[in-house]
């Protein structure tokens, strides 16, 4: 029997969460060098201002930061280079379609370790309004004074 798949998350991208509705979110690899990966085992990746491409049937990740390795001296890339994503053809160009016809964004959402592979998960995203920014605020915080007052009415 099969074990399941171990999962370890590198970074999350807390900020699509805020400024997009997320609508579907798939699972891609990418194509990394070896002292990213190093770097991604130290927690070295910033998720916040990226967002995905789709160029020539191909899939590409922009503005993801990735920190130099330490002891990578001469082996270090670009931190914020262009990275290709990895996809089956089918799903890239569904997805290039609905970004280039409905206005949705491609948003990378988080980064994990996926038994010993990097999985970025890429959510088809669209822009939120003020207000609808607003009204999750304010969901948020009454969730927050209601479970504040549960736990007061419990002591």
Same mark, same amino acid.
């Given at each position: 029997m099969a074990d399941k798949p171990n999962f370890k998350t590198i970074a999350q991208n807390k900020k699509a969460r805020h400024e997009y509705f997320v609508e579907d979110s798939f699972e891609a690899g990418i194509?990394?060098?070896?002292?990213e990966? #190093?770097? &991604?085992?130290?927690?070295?990746? !910033?998720?916040? /201002?990226?967002?995905?491409?789709?160029? !020539?049937?191909?899939?590409?990740?922009?503005?993801? $930061?990735?920190?130099?390795?330490?002891? +990578? !001296?001469i082996f270090n890339k670009d931190p914020l280079r262009v990275r290709k994503?990895?996809? $089956?053809?089918?799903? %890239? &160009? #569904? &997805? +290039?379609?609905?970004?280039?016809?409905?206005?949705?964004? &491609? %948003?990378?959402?988080? %980064?994990?370790?996926? /038994?010993? @592979?990097v999985k970025v998960q890429v959510g088809l995203c669209r822009g939120k309004k003020l207000y609808d920014k607003r009204d999750d605020m304010a969901? @948020?915080?009454?969730? @927050?004074?209601?479970d504040r007052a549960v736990k007061e009415r419990s002591r």
């Open positions: 194509e990394l060098v070896g002292t990966v #190093k770097s &991604l085992r130290k927690g070295g990746c !910033n998720l916040k /201002d990226s967002w995905c491409d789709v160029k !020539n049937g191909e899939l590409f990740v922009k503005q993801m $930061h990735i920190s130099p390795y330490e002891q +990578g !001296n994503l990895l996809m $089956h053809r089918r799903e %890239i &160009l #569904k &997805l +290039g379609a609905q970004v280039a016809q409905k206005g949705y964004s &491609l %948003i990378p959402l988080s %980064i994990y370790f996926k /038994d010993s @592979r969901k @948020r915080d009454a969730k @927050r004074d209601m």
